[in-house]
């Protein structure tokens, strides 16, 4: 029996049916979303007693020094609108607030947008800070504005549930929180803070939720709005393969700049790290880990093999999840050997991209039956059954005649 070949424009036809009907990887874009939104909720946090040192008044790269630099490469940051400190805490506190509701998938479109606005802020009020997760993350701050990365794991997919059930009323809070950044948009563009480019990316912004609020409350199955849609999903599309091709890029990048170093090839670069006093929170560990030296050679060797291999194996499946298993598992133990939590963080979140679908849904049915069994267990920790008083036996242990 012949196989049937389906013609090329057969082919071309389905695959651009499957690009433009449904945001392709929802599970996919949903760990981006959480996981850099975490590591940069988890960052601030930790860095919070340090913040007017780091990114503050308080800093060794002044506001003025910031000033001229952004002057010259017109990169955003809303800590140059002010130099108070009032207004520092304000929009420091904000990114923190952005970064929580991100992860929690409230107003994902509106909260994407604040997220990437915290992001640039800080990192481009001292632009000498960091490591390269926080160039990670830049970059991905600004991909997520761009994806659908709300429609799984987060509330507003919960809310969208409840509205095909029949059981959410109409939507108040997203007209007025598009009129309050609306508004916050005017006083920032009539001040001059906010102009050229960045005012113009920013309207745009603007004005697209508010099209697509209103053809959805207009007539939602109508075809402007399918039209929307479409386009979303292929906005959605390339910014998700943006995002694959940034992780390869980075990968690649790496790999081939260790094969170009002495220590790479000699198979001792692992070794150096691991005895750096700024990279040493645990002595004793590294001192462990370097102690053989086949295991340096190996690891050595292996960072780059794994590293060079991966982006030419992302279309193997089965060779390309044991690689990205390897490579999660490096990032782990460079959180805790190297003491760089958060660069670990970034490129774990990054590479979450490439998981597949069917685990990704295995891990989502585990974590929420287990949030089940804690919220049964709290409920029936809140409502602990009533002690009857000395001396009266309980209602249901009385004979009939005494109930009655």
Known sequence: MSRVEVPVTGRLATGVQRVTASALGPYQSAVIRIGFSATWLLFLL?????????YGPDGPWSWGMAQQLIADNDAFTALMWSDGRVWFEFVYAAAVLASLLLMLGWRTRTMSVFFMI??????NR???LGDGGDNVIHLMSIYLVLTRCGQVWS??????ARAREGLFTEDRTGPVLWWVVGLALSVSTFTGDLSGGWAAFFWGLWGVQGVWWYLNRRDPFGEPRLLCDVVANLVHNAALLVIMVEACLIYATAGWYKIQGSRWQDGTAV??????DYFSPWPALGELLTAYGPIV????????????AFPFTVFNRRVKNVLLA???????VIAVVLGLPFFSLAMIAADAVFL?????KRIGGRVARARGRVLARTRRAAVPGQRPADGVEPLAAQPPTART
């Not at 930790?46 to 780091?54: K, N, Q």
């Open 356 to 360: 597949p679908t069917s685990f990704l």
């Open 118 to 123: 915290g992001v640039l802020s800080l990192q």
């Open 326 to 332: 390897l490579m999660m598992v490096e990032h782990s």
């Open 155 to 160: 509330l507003d997919a919960r809310r969208a």
């Open 297 to 308: 050679l190996l690891v050595t060797y292996g960072t780059v093999v794994v590293q060079v």
């Open 126 to 128: 001292s632009v000498f």
């Open 46 to 54: 930790r860095e919070y007693p340090h913040r007017r040192e780091l």
């Open 271 to 276: 070794y150096y790290p691991l005895h750096l």
